[in-house]
């Protein structure tokens, strides 16, 4: 039998998941392209590229694996992909009796002499699931109401999975790959050191990452525009989206990008996002919590044994907030009707 090749470079995975300001990082990552690959880190220059990677992992092809390490041992460097919705592709499996696809590639990568690092962050669900509803809704492909939305997730096998089990429970005992959760928001850090000042996710990266300190230093900055459109453009977005799903999908398909463009740069102009939409009231932060409890328990207990789940994400009572007059609601809901249909008429007309 042949000797394995031996392993010295690494394939590091940035798994977001979801809501971790994987946006943020990303952009400054591609903004530092140049500077990462002058000490030895190459990454794909464009999102398409890592969306590339992503299917191939979920169809189990290698050829478009491969490519990318050919280029990186051309250059001598390790390789570097990002993409949030990694840690989910990662958990899945084409059927019950086939492995995860993140071991699948361990194993390719192994065979091939490549070393797999995971880095994720890692949030409490009951923000992430508000966050990551508003995202939805904003690129119109979530139109019921938040509740809903988090009973759909808590009981179904989505793409906004949030049992951090379900999506990294692979990873336990699969002791070749190394793996670094960092708690997202935490005033904590994983060995329950606290945090006196809020530290950059992009820093937080480079830090796992090999690569020489002085690279964070050095690297240029860079701003994220993906902010929530505020409590008004989520109903503004919902309404949009209910509507065309009834009255006209294929309009609904052919412009939902410059819609929520519009939706986007209306938020904005109104100044809606000072208000933001924040769909938890008391019983759904407990019920959400109770969900995950102890899914969250088994995280700690596997990856961040130093430090129990309520320290680093304590419970969050309800934001109080005031009620909105009837009379109000009545006129909220005119005014968004009119815009809707003038986003609708503006964008089809214009597109």
């Known amino acids: 039998m042949s000797a ?24 400054r990552l591609r903004k530092n392209r140049g500077l990462l690959r002058r000490h030895g880190l190459l990454m794909p220059a464009r999102r398409p590229q890592d969306r590339v ?5 979920a169809n189990g ?58 880095v994720g962050f890692i ?34 096998s989505t793409i906004s999975e949030c049992d951090l089990m379900a999506l990294f429970g692979w990873l336990v005992d699969h002791v070749s790959v190394e793996t670094v959760m960092i708690p997202f928001g935490s005033a904590l850090d994983c060995r329950g050191r606290s945090i006196q000042t809020r530290p950059d996710p992009y820093e937080q990266l480079l830090a796992e990452l090999p690569l020489p300190a002085k690279v964070a230093k050095q690297s240029r900055p860079a701003r994220s525009k993906n902010q929530q459109p505020g409590r008004l453009g989520v109903a503004l977005a919902r309404a949009i989206g209910t509507h065309l799903t009834e009255q006209n999908p294929k309009i609904l398909r052919k412009h939902d990008k ?39 328990a088994e995280f700690c207990r596997c990856f961040w044994p130093f430090v129990q789940w309520d320290d680093l994400f304590p419970a969050q009572h309800e934001n109080v907030t005031t009620a909105i007059a009837s009379d109000q609601q009545q006129e909220e809901t005119r005014q968004l009707t009119a815009l809707r249909d003038r986003l609708i008429a503006d964008t089809v007309n214009g597109g």
């Open 4 to 27: 394995q090749p031996a392993i010295e470079r690494t394939v590091v995975l940035h798994v977001g998941m979801h809501k971790t300001a994987s946006t943020y990082i990303q952009k």
């Open 53 to 57: 990677l992503l299917d191939a992992l």
């Open 61 to 118: 092809r290698w050829k478009p694996w491969r490519r990318w390490l050919n280029r990186a041992e051309t250059r001598g460097c390790h390789l570097l992909v990002s993409h949030e919705a990694l840690s989910w592709s990662l958990s899945r499996t084409v059927n019950l009796k086939s492995q995860p696809r993140g071991l699948w590639l361990a194993e390719k990568l192994q065979d091939h002499g490549w070393q797999l690092k995971v």
């Open 123 to 156: 949030r409490d669900q009951e923000s992430y699931l508000n966050s990551r509803y508003t995202q939805l809704v904003k690129r119109l492909t979530v139109h019921g109401d938040f509740k809903s939305y988090v009973t759909w997730v808590m009981t179904e």
């Open 258 to 296: 410059a819609l929520r463009a519009a939706i986007e740069t209306l938020a904005r102009q109104q100044g809606w996002p000072n208000q933001p939409f924040d769909g938890l009231d008391t019983e759904l932060r407990e019920t959400i919590r109770d969900r995950y409890a102890h899914s969250n």
